[in-house]
């Protein structure tokens, strides 16, 4: 089993997109990037902590290789887009790729290169690629939101506004 962690703006539409993966044997919603320990979705909302909304994905590198898992990192929100997706704004909606071993840093700066350097982008990449940090589980209620509670919403990026 391996990890990777991500941050493409609201993560329950993070999450809901990466458990749809084959391979992936788990995904949970949390907070990391910050300063602050132990932070609270209210914290993070303050915009006083530093940290990203993220998902941590188990999956089984047997059945999904971390470059499937970065491809589809890359289409599921507008990587352009600096510290937003669609309406979310904040810091906390950064785009990121924290990287948990140097394969998955070259690969995620591999990955990133080839993205700025076709010709889909009207706007330069955004996304950071950063050593994972301590990954702090958010509170349950946001485990599985979309899951949960068939009513929720969430605007996972694709306004195609760099594309």
């Known amino acids: 089993m391996a990890k990777a962690t991500f941050g493409a703006g609201c993560f329950w539409g993070v999450e809901a997109a990466f458990r749809r993966i084959p391979g992936v044997t788990d995904a949970a919603v949390g907070y990391a990037g910050g300063h602050t320990d132990s932070p609270t979705y209210r914290d993070v909302c303050s915009h006083g902590t530093g940290h990203a909304e993220v998902v941590q994905v188990d999956y089984d590198p047997a059945q999904v290789s971390y470059d499937v898992l970065l491809d589809a990192f890359w289409q599921m ?4 887009q600096l510290n937003r997706q669609g309406p979310d704004v904040g810091d906390q909606y950064r785009s990121v790729i924290f990287f948990h071993t140097p ?4 690969a995620a700066k591999k ?8 010709q889909l982008l009207k706007r330069p990449v955004a996304t950071l690629i950063q050593e994972a940090p301590t990954f702090w ?7 599985r939101y979309l899951e949960k509670n068939s009513h929720a919403a969430c605007s996972l990026g694709h306004s195609g506004g760099g594309r």
């Open 111 to 118: 990955s990133k290169e080839a993205l700025e350097s076709g």
């Open 103 to 106: 394969e998955q840093e070259a």
């Open 77 to 80: 929100h507008d990587p352009t």
């Open 137 to 143: 589980r958010a509170e349950e209620y946001h485990q």
